[in-house]
């Protein structure tokens, strides 16, 4: 006997120091979990979802098609950003180009420069850097891309300038570096109070430290394990370290307690120390093992997950679970029987407590009281479940001094409303969208995005600041053509007004041409007079100056015929100067006529007539004047007579050339008069039809105005009515895109081949809330409806942005709940199955499990969201639930094995023994595993504390109303009634009552 008890003190002392060697040798020869988190790559979003594939959609459009994610780089001055400012922005852009290893793509205003209206303040204090990332939001090379983003932006930094790196993916960045950096101190928080616990139970160091110590290896086993799994079959998170420690420290205490407290309930029943180690050990086996089958099945359906938080946490914590069981399988009976060796490990003596035999009693006689109190207080707490609204706003989760917190913070003080937390539309086609139709298009998109309830601002390449560009409103075209219209219609008025002054004038000139007509048929008559007495005098002329040659020979005998000669030349120069007179005044009024100067006919008239007043003005009169000059002196006798004939002889014959003259002259003044009535009838006729012309022209110009006033003022009413972009229309020429005041449109809203557009959407409420992520699907669908009937009705319009991939996390949460729960409870389900050997019994214990979650959910509504005022985060649900399942069957498994031990017919007896028995056990159990979660409430990440208080709080309830009072009294109700509650063993027999 002694040999055999050295045997096994010296196999447990080989049990001990091979797992210090395991842990040892693990953790050195595998790198740190925490390492192993720092390589992996997977989002919280996986990037076959929408919004994923909307963001590589944009990049490979817009970017280098390799960015996963987006930043934003935030640079404030308070003081007015200087040439300092200026230079450290250069260089800051140039240095992220510069690297490939972290940075996809850069957009700033130094390439291109007409985004800087968009990238600048107005107040000129601030600046921001959108940079693409080349991990996705929530991985760690996202994380590792963030880090690298501020120690860059940290180098040079002028003093007065403030840099922050924010946007979505820092902020989860931020989340999971607070989640890693509060690791710790809940580790260490944990132990403590599970130290603190087990002294209170135990009162002796030596049990709290076996239970300590087996955790404590566990842990550092489990990490290491993790750790390697983590780089070669699954993947691992900053999420995973954090409950991977609660489930250990938590589920490794429980096992530890299983397996005291049979052994001190055996040392009560007196059994030797060695041999109730032995015995302890194997009768809460198969009780530890069935618990830790159903945690690891539980959370190794997270693994089915698609969201990443799941899928990275569920199989670590499995394979986490499966080191912790083995561990307490081996290490802690191998400790307990080192401690028992020597008398360390004893059960406490003092009272054994009221608490568990009042309840035990109870259950025994009023079943059906204690399952209806239980279902009430369940059911009380599960009333707010329904409540429950979900959080997918991360800042909320984190310090507010995290540095995306502040970024956003001063984004908020200089820039627009979610200025760098926008939504993407993407839009892309099969062709060229840069023709009128498409544009157009686009604008009607843009529109109907805009009018979504909640929308703020919706930009484009049709409104790259927001509002639709006046220059491609049909509205403001037809505005503009109205307007013209109108101008025309007053100037026509105008001209209506000029026609009617040229209507009176030219009647005038008709008139005058009427009275000028009469006038050159008058002048006409009297010219065929003068030309026949020119004639007749151009024959005298001839015969006088023959008489005049012949009275040279008798001159004597002419005295006084030159007495009568020099008076009929008097008289012909009298009348011949009233003739020259008239004809004076006949070329004077034709040299002042503009008309007569316009018309050929009327100058050459009046040419004859000024040749006709020269020669008798120049020629006849004074040749006339002299004749009767030398008459006189002849008549007289004061002249020499030869002299006087010789002068008279002498103006005769330059009279007559003059007469020949004039009678030529007098026929062209004739042959022009003529030409001139026809002309000036002609121009009379004329005259009077463009009178008339110009009338009917008032009357047509005046029809005209009425009728460009009525196009005017449609037109105008269209241009206001168009205004509105629910009636109006857009026009935009294709080659008016390659404005250079389009440049922005052009280079950011549409790719480069033109076949991809995209839409920033603004929205009027919390990016990350329940409003703007219902509204996703509602812009979407407004932008698929604005397209129909269009070239672009088959585009494939996806979102982008922290709304559209909250949406997705909410369909996907929505659909790994179900699927992981089921899958969960299923396997729960056929765990206890087989384990009891029965079907209703491990049926209604699920349902009580899945009871007492529905009611810690709601304890956790009613304190943090009616309380608090913080919403649930979207994580918390389904990780509650499959801890919850799982460590809830762990209790009614070890509760349901000392029943079928105690009571294998169902006798009340049995039932209140098993009761009492497990009373202690099973509260210890369960304040310790709740003590584990209750501890991540340290955590200023408000997501571990909400995790760590709804499972904490579910721990509690399903230990003392779910194990104490429901589970209990539906044994002894459904096992009286023959239902099969537990399965009966014939060759079991009862155990009486303590």
């Not at 008025?493 to 008139?511: F, I, M, P, R």
Request: aromatic share 6%.
């Amino acid at each position: 006997m002694a040999s055999g008890a050295k045997d096994g003190f010296r196999f447990r002392l080989l049990s001990l120091l091979v797992w210090i060697g395991i842990a040892a040798g693990i953790n050195l020869a595998v790198p740190q979990l925490e390492t192993v988190i720092a390589g992996s790559s997977v989002p919280v979003v996986p990037e076959s979802a929408p919004s994923s594939q909307a963001l590589v959609a944009m990049d490979k459009a817009f970017g280098n098609a390799n960015a996963k994610a987006v930043a934003f780089v935030v640079l404030v001055n308070e003081k007015g950003l200087t040439q300092a400012d200026q230079d450290y922005y250069r260089d800051l852009v140039g240095k992220l180009r510069a690297d490939r290893d972290h940075v996809a793509g850069v957009q700033d205003f130094l390439s291109l420069p007409e985004l800087k209206s968009a990238l600048a303040a107005e107040d000129g204090k601030a600046w921001y850097v959108p940079v693409g990332l080349h991990g996705g939001a929530g991985s760690a090379e996202a994380a590792s891309d963030i880090a690298f983003l501020r120690a860059t932006a940290d180098e040079g930094r002028p003093a007065d300038l403030l840099v922050s790196v924010t946007g979505a993916t820092a902020t989860i960045s931020d989340l999971f570096v607070s989640v890693e950096e509060s690791i710790l101190p809940i580790t260490v928080l944990t132990v403590v109070l599970i130290a603190i616990i087990l002294f209170g139970i135990y009162r002796s160091p030596v049990t709290v430290m076996i239970a300590l110590s087996t955790i404590g290896v566990a842990l550092a086993v489990a990490r290491g394990v993790t750790a390697f799994l983590g780089e070669h079959l699954f993947s691992v998170s900053t999420v995973t370290a954090s409950f991977l420690t609660a489930v250990v420290l938590g589920a490794g205490t429980d096992y530890g307690v299983f397996l005291i407290s049979r052994y001190h309930e055996l040392r009560r029943d007196g059994v030797e120390p060695q041999e109730a180690v032995r015995t302890a050990a194997a009768k809460v086996k198969h009780v530890i093992v069935a618990s830790a089958a159903t945690v690891a099945a539980a959370c190794a359906c997270m693994g089915f997950a698609e969201l990443g938080v799941f899928s990275t946490t569920g199989p670590a914590i499995a394979t986490s679970v499966v080191v912790t069981l083995v561990t307490a399988l081996t290490l802690t009976p191998a400790l307990l029987g080192i401690a028992a060796r020597f008398g360390w490990a004893e059960p406490p003596r003092g009272r054994s407590g009221r608490f568990w035999p009042v309840i035990g009693k109870a259950v025994e006689r009023r079943p059906g009281a204690v399952l209806v109190l239980g279902l009430v207080l369940l059911g009380a707490m599960a009333a707010f479940y329904p409540l429950q609204r979900t959080n997918f706003d991360e800042r909320a989760m984190q310090p507010e001094t995290t540095e995306s917190n502040v970024g956003y913070r001063i984004l908020a003080e200089h820039f627009p409303s979610n200025e760098v937390v926008p939504g993407y539309l993407v839009i892309a086609a099969d062709h060229d969208l840069r023709n009128p139709g498409d544009l157009a298009a686009l604008e009607h998109a843009a529109a109907g995005a805009a009018k979504v309830p909640g929308v703020a601002t919706v930009r484009g390449v049709t409104r790259p600041f927001g509002t639709p560009l006046d220059v491609a409103s049909l509205g403001n075209q037809v505005g503009q053509v109205g307007q013209e219209l109108s101008d025309a219609g007053t100037k026509v008025e105008q001209t209506k007004k000029d026609a009617d002054v040229l209507s009176g004038g030219a009647k005038q000139v008709a008139e005058g041409a009427d009275r000028l007509a009469d006038g050159a048929r008058d002048g006409l008559s009297g010219i065929d007079t003068i030309i026949t007495g020119l004639q007749d005098g151009g024959k005298g002329l001839a015969e006088l100056e023959t008489g005049a040659a012949r009275g040279y020979d008798g001159a004597t005998a002419l005295v006084s015929g030159a007495q009568e000669l020099a008076a009929a030349l008097r008289l012909a120069h009298t009348q011949t100067s009233v003739a020259v007179d008239g004809l004076r005044l006949a070329s004077e009024a034709l040299a002042g006529d503009l008309l007569c100067g316009l018309d050929p006919v009327c100058a050459k008239v009046r040419q004859g007539i000024d040749e006709i007043y020269r020669a008798q003005r120049d020629q006849l009169l004074p040749g006339l004047l002299r004749a009767a000059e030398g008459a006189d002196a002849l008549a007289k006798g004061n002249t020499d007579l030869a002299n006087g004939l010789r002068q008279i002889q002498e103006g005769i014959g330059t009279a007559h050339a003059g007469v020949d003259q004039l009678t030529s002259a007098q026929q062209r003044l004739k042959e022009g008069l003529g030409g001139l009535v026809d002309g000036l009838d002609k121009v009379a006729d004329g005259a009077n039809q463009v009178s008339d012309g110009s009338k009917q022209a008032g009357q047509t110009a005046q029809q005209f105005v009425e009728g460009l006033d009525r196009a005017a003022a449609f037109l105008l009413n269209a241009s206001k009515d168009a205004a509105d972009t629910s009636v109006g229309g857009f026009y935009l020429p294709a080659g008016a895109i390659d404005d250079p005041r389009l440049a922005l449109a052009r280079n950011y809203y549409l790719s480069a081949d033109g076949r991809t557009a995209r839409l920033v959407v603004l929205d009027g409420t919390d990016p990350f809330g329940a409003e703007a992520i219902a509204r996703v699907d509602a812009v979407k669908d407004a932008v698929r409806t604005a397209l129909r009937g269009t070239s672009m009705e088959n585009s494939e319009v996806l979102a982008a942005g922290p709304a559209a991939v909250n949406a997705d996390a909410d369909r996907l949460i929505k659909k790994d709940f179900a699927l992981v729960a089921s899958i969960a409870l299923l396997c729960v389900l056929l765990i206890l199955v087989l384990l009891m050997r029965s079907f209703l019994a491990p049926l209604y214990v699920l349902l009580s499990v899945v009871l007492s979650y529905a009611a810690a959910m709601g304890a956790s509504v009613l304190v943090w969201q009616e309380l608090v005022g913080v919403d649930l985060e979207w994580t918390v649900p389904l990780i509650t639930f499959v801890v919850l399942v799982a460590a809830g069957a762990d209790y009614n498994i070890l509760l349901m094995t000392r029943i079928r031990e105690l009571a294998p017919n169902a006798d009340r007896a049995g039932i209140r023994q098993a009761v009492v028995l497990t009373g202690g056990v099973i509260t210890s159990a369960g304040v310790i595993f709740a003590a584990s979660f209750f501890a991540m409430m340290s955590s200023d990440v408000v997501t571990l504390a909400q995790a760590g208080f709804t499972i904490g709080t579910g721990l509690l309830l399903d230990t003392f109303v779910v194990r104490a009072l429901v589970v209990p009294s539906m044994a002894t109700l459904f096992g009286l009634s023959g239902k099969g509650f537990v399965a009966r063993t014939p060759e079991a027999a009862a155990v009486p009552a303590p």
